[in-house]
């Protein structure tokens, strides 16, 4: 069984993941293995693995914290492995993974007992699942929260801030520099996406800053 890395309970969750995106903003999501190799030779400091599935997921963990990176596997998508508490105690436990994204309250509230980093998916699409979303929050008390489609963080900022003390990481629909500039401006400490064009931005924006490298 794999030890669990015990900055997860000496260091607030919150802080954590703001700290890994301060200089390295941009979040890799991985949407299948064959992508794998490119995201590990990225300068990110946070993986979300968004597709996998029971036989693969240990390899792919264990190759991410090779690379120095911290793993988020996206609960709801996983296959092959059941959405209980057991799950979670299997992927913390016995495949070792930083934390979790997932949009279901349960998962969040075990992952935090199991001493995972918990990031909790909220889609916003009016206002209606705004306000079950915000309510979603303050239930299950996650370490941040990402919003898809990120487009809309620049006009939800404001009414979250007011409900919610978290962090806020941009998803979905990001594809380009404007994206991610828009994101950014409006508030949020990061964004997640699978366009290699932002990977080899922030990558060079890295290489070229010795600061940011040594991050």
């Given at each position: 069984m794999?030890?669990?890395?015990?900055?997860?309970?000496?260091v607030?969750?919150a802080q954590?993941?703001?700290?890994?995106l301060?200089?390295?903003?941009?979040i890799t999501?991985l949407?299948n293995a064959?992508?794998?190799?490119?995201v590990?030779?990225?300068?990110?400091?946070?993986?979300?693995?968004?597709?996998?599935?029971?036989?693969?997921?240990?390899s792919?963990?264990e190759q991410i914290?090779?690379?120095?990176k911290?793993?988020?596997?996206?609960?709801d998508?996983?296959?092959g492995?059941?959405?209980d508490?057991?799950?979670?105690?299997y992927l913390a436990?016995k495949?070792?993974?930083?934390?979790i994204?997932?949009?279901?309250?349960?998962?969040?509230?075990?992952?935090?007992?199991?001493?995972l980093?918990?990031i909790q998916?909220l889609?916003v699409?009016?206002s209606?699942s705004?306000?079950n979303g915000i309510?979603?929050?303050?239930a299950s008390?996650p370490d941040?929260?990402?919003?898809?489609?990120?487009?809309?963080?620049?006009?939800?900022?404001?009414?979250?801030?007011?409900?919610?003390?978290?962090?806020?990481?941009?998803?979905?629909?990001?594809?380009?520099?404007?994206?991610?500039?828009?994101?950014?401006?409006?508030?949020?400490?990061?964004i997640?996406?699978?366009?290699?064009?932002?990977?080899?931005?922030q990558?060079?924006?890295?290489?070229s800053?010795p600061s940011?490298?040594s991050?």
């Amino acid at each position: 069984m794999k030890m669990k890395n015990s900055v997860k309970h000496n260091v607030n969750g919150a802080q954590r993941i703001s700290y890994c995106l301060k200089r390295r903003p941009i979040i890799t999501s991985l949407m299948n293995a064959e992508e794998l190799p490119s995201v590990l030779e990225s300068e990110s400091n946070i993986v979300f693995i968004l597709k996998t599935d029971i036989f693969v997921i240990e390899s792919i963990v264990e190759q991410i914290r090779e690379a120095g990176k911290l793993s988020f596997v996206h609960f709801d998508l996983i296959e092959g492995i059941g959405k209980d508490k057991t799950a979670v105690a299997y992927l913390a436990e016995k495949v070792g993974i930083d934390g979790i994204v997932t949009t279901k309250n349960t998962a969040i509230i075990e992952a935090k007992k199991q001493g995972l980093l918990t990031i909790q998916r909220l889609f916003v699409f009016d206002s209606v699942s705004l306000d079950n979303g915000i309510k979603m929050t303050k239930a299950s008390d996650p370490d941040a929260i990402e919003v898809l489609p990120g487009m809309v963080c620049r006009r939800i900022m404001d009414r979250i801030r007011t409900e919610v003390d978290v962090p806020v990481i941009a998803g979905g629909l990001m594809v380009d520099f404007e994206d991610f500039d828009t994101a950014l401006k409006s508030g949020v400490i990061g964004i997640s996406t699978s366009s290699k064009e932002l990977w080899r931005w922030q990558d060079e924006q890295t290489m070229s800053s010795p600061s940011k490298a040594s991050m």
